[in-house]
């Protein structure tokens, strides 16, 4: 059987089992024009069972028929990839098929899951790809495309986190219900949307991937948007590390304060405890400080607005 190309969850999302029709087994065109694939009893194509219990095939359709859905979440794909991807389509096919749904568009095909394959099949010169149709209202839609994006790890984070933006706004979906669906915890769908209140130009330089999730995390902390902006300048400029970051920030604040007399040096934590306290400031994305002495302390945990304690205070799963 060929190699399954989705992840093993989106295979199980689609019940798909199918597999792409070899050029001497071509299937036969309907009357109205449309190719069909084989009998279920060809080994070919093994349709799989959809939602209401009935039968789901493979057919061909022309690539000019299928148009690329509004509400991909995912908007770059590099022609390196491109260009690799349909080397391999023109050495082995496609070896498993696109989901597609009705357009509104007059005799048009929605992709659902498969834009990366449809692109690379029009440079592979291919003019007709195996696709499985599947009706589906646009929330289903958008959590297919998530689902199967995240399992291939192709989002950028921006991506990732307006994906979950419009389905709790679109949608009026809480961030449970969006981390059952995608399979994240709800902890990881709070943090990657806390990504949007960014400065539209850190955005911008975590998209190109000069400073990571790791240092927006710690710029979200900072409680300023100017401090924000200046800490991506100088972690872009200087390629500075998070530990490097957070330590700049924490000399900034304390240079601020009326009467300070400079940063005071950070009292060293026990490996056990610091690693804890990295971890809660990963949770809850904000500055997190555990004072530790003679196993006893205190656990800060630090926010900016009534809505920073609000997301805080739902991460606590306290009503």
Same mark, same amino acid.
């Given at each position: 059987?060929?190699?399954?190309?989705?992840?093993?969850?989106?295979?199980?999302?689609?019940?798909?089992?199918?597999?792409?029709?070899?050029?001497?087994?071509?299937?036969?065109?309907?009357?109205?024009?449309?190719?069909?694939?084989?009998?279920?009893?060809?080994?070919?194509?093994?349709?799989?069972?959809?939602?209401?219990?009935?039968?789901?095939?493979?057919?061909?359709?022309?690539?000019?028929?299928?148009?690329?859905?509004?509400?991909?979440?995912?908007?770059?794909?590099?022609?390196?990839?491109?260009?690799?991807?349909?080397?391999?389509?023109?050495?082995?096919?496609?070896?498993?098929?696109?989901?597609?749904?009705?357009?509104?568009?007059?005799?048009?095909?929605?992709? !659902?899951? #498969?834009?990366? +394959?449809?692109?690379?099949? &029009? $440079?592979?010169?291919?003019?007709?790809?195996?696709? /499985?149709? @599947?009706?589906?209202?646009?929330?289903?839609?958008?959590?297919?495309?998530?689902?199967?994006?995240?399992?291939?790890?192709?989002?950028?984070?921006?991506?990732?986190?307006?994906?979950?933006?419009?389905?709790?706004?679109?949608?009026?979906?809480?961030?449970?219900?969006?981390?059952?669906?995608?399979?994240?915890?709800?902890?990881?769908?709070?943090?990657?949307?806390?990504?949007?209140?960014?400065?539209?130009?850190?955005?911008?330089?975590?998209?190109?991937?000069?400073?990571?999730?790791?240092?927006?995390?710690?710029?979200?902390?900072?409680?300023?948007?100017?401090?924000? !902006?200046? #800490?991506?300048? +100088?972690?872009?400029?200087? &390629? $500075?590390?998070?530990?490097?970051?957070?330590?700049? /920030?924490? @000399?900034?604040?304390?240079?601020?304060?009326?009467?300070?007399?400079?940063?005071?040096?950070?009292?060293?934590?026990?490996?056990?405890?610091?690693?804890?306290?990295?971890?809660?400031?990963?949770?809850?994305?904000?500055?997190?400080?555990?004072?530790?002495?003679?196993?006893?302390?205190?656990?800060?945990?630090?926010?900016?607005?009534?809505?920073?304690?609000?997301?805080?205070?739902?991460?606590?799963?306290?009503?």
């Amino acid at each position: 059987m060929p190699r399954q190309v989705l992840g093993r969850g989106l295979g199980a999302l689609l019940n798909a089992q199918n597999q792409n029709p070899t050029p001497k087994e071509a299937p036969e065109k309907s009357p109205s024009g449309e190719r069909t694939a084989p009998s279920p009893a060809d080994p070919a194509v093994t349709p799989d069972s959809g939602p209401s219990g009935g039968q789901e095939g493979v057919v061909l359709i022309s690539l000019d028929a299928i148009i690329p859905s509004p509400l991909q979440p995912r908007k770059e794909f590099t022609n390196e990839s491109l260009r690799e991807l349909a080397d391999s389509i023109r050495e082995k096919g496609i070896l498993q098929p696109l989901v597609v749904r009705p357009s509104s568009e007059h005799g048009k095909l929605e992709l !659902i899951a #498969g834009e990366r +394959r449809w692109r690379a099949s &029009r $440079l592979a010169g291919l003019e007709e790809v195996p696709v /499985i149709l @599947r009706p589906s209202e646009d929330q289903s839609a958008l959590e297919w495309m998530l689902v199967e994006n995240l399992q291939r790890e192709d989002l950028n984070p921006l991506e990732e986190a307006r994906g979950y933006f419009e389905l709790s706004q679109q949608f009026k979906l809480k961030q449970e219900e969006i981390a059952r669906k995608v399979g994240k915890s709800r902890a990881a769908i709070a943090n990657s949307m806390r990504l949007l209140k960014l400065p539209e130009s850190v955005q911008q330089m975590l998209w190109k991937g000069e400073i990571s999730v790791g240092h927006a995390k710690v710029l979200l902390g900072s409680g300023s948007e100017d401090v924000i !902006i200046r #800490g991506a300048q +100088r972690t872009a400029r200087d &390629r $500075l590390s998070v530990r490097q970051l957070e330590d700049l /920030i924490q @000399r900034w604040q304390s240079a601020a304060k009326p009467g300070s007399a400079g940063p005071q040096p950070r009292e060293s934590l026990p490996p056990e405890i610091e690693d804890l306290q990295n971890k809660l400031r990963q949770k809850f994305a904000t500055k997190v400080s555990i004072k530790y002495k003679d196993r006893k302390g205190s656990v800060e945990i630090r926010f900016f607005s009534d809505e920073d304690l609000d997301r805080i205070v739902e991460l606590l799963e306290i009503s």
